[in-house]
């Protein structure tokens, strides 16, 4: 059973570039959580799906960043412009549902850098 | 100010040697949940405590959940070097539908 996927692995761009991350979450899972990570903030949630609805997009760090969940099976995180201080690796994880018991699974996530 | 404290930082130690790590809140949660993540990959649960001191053990690790539900600890015995990696603890409410983590414990277990 193939886990979350996320794509690409490695990301470098300029500054001022637009950056598009994705993620196919596992098969028959209603949850999607995009998360954040570096080394001074540890693991931020970003944004958290339910059956493709955006649920809380309060740790969305500004008008810049951007989420979409067009169908079950797919999801994009959108940064425009990006700058270097949103070089961090971010993660894409899965879940059946939204319970406080509910296993997260993550993505093997994506290093981002902007030069 | 992180919501959930975990102590120590950092945490480097020989093969052999028995270890605690604690996560520490001024938050009652429902539930705790405790990560590992290795290099380069994403974190991967270890465990769910859901009762104010539940003892859970997965082989030589023991979880515990405090009485008041606001801190939780992991005991590793007889550390191996691969129990290196960073450890996450995560707090959740009912409904809430989302955690928040903590800052992390990395551990290396030298052979």
Not at chain 1, 52 to 61: A, F, K, L, T
Not at chain 2, 33 to 54: A, D, I, K, N, S
Request: aromatic share 10%; proline share 6%; with cysteine.
């Amino acid at each position: 059973d193939a886990g979350v996927i996320q794509s690409p692995r490695h990301e470098v761009t300029e500054m001022g570039q637009e950056v598009t991350l994705r993620c196919k979450p596992i098969s028959g899972h209603n949850s999607l959580f995009w998360y954040r990570q570096t080394m001074m903030r540890g693991l931020e949630l970003l944004i958290y799906f339910n059956n493709n609805v955006p649920i809380d997009d309060s740790g969305m760090p500004e008008d810049r960043f951007s989420a979409k969940m067009p169908n079950a099976s797919f999801s994009t995180l959108k940064i425009q412009p990006s700058e270097p201080r949103d070089s961090a690796v971010y993660f894409c994880a899965s879940s059946q549902g939204t319970g406080d018991t509910d296993t997260q699974y993550f993505g093997p996530g994506t290093r981002l850098t902007v030069l | 100010t992180q919501l959930l404290e975990q102590s120590p930082q950092f945490l480097s130690i020989q093969e052999g040697e028995n270890l605690t790590v604690y996560c520490n809140s001024s938050s009652v949660f429902s539930s705790l949940q405790w990560y590992r993540q290795e290099p380069g990959e994403g974190p991967v649960l270890l465990v769910t405590v859901v009762t104010g001191g539940e003892v859970k053990k997965l082989k030589r690790l023991t979880f515990q959940f405090g009485d008041a539900r606001k801190d939780s600890s992991l005991h590793i015995t007889a550390a191996q070097p691969g129990d290196t990696g960073l450890y996450l603890c995560a707090g959740a409410w009912t409904n809430a539908g989302k955690s928040t983590f903590g800052d992390g414990t990395t551990l290396t277990v030298k052979p």
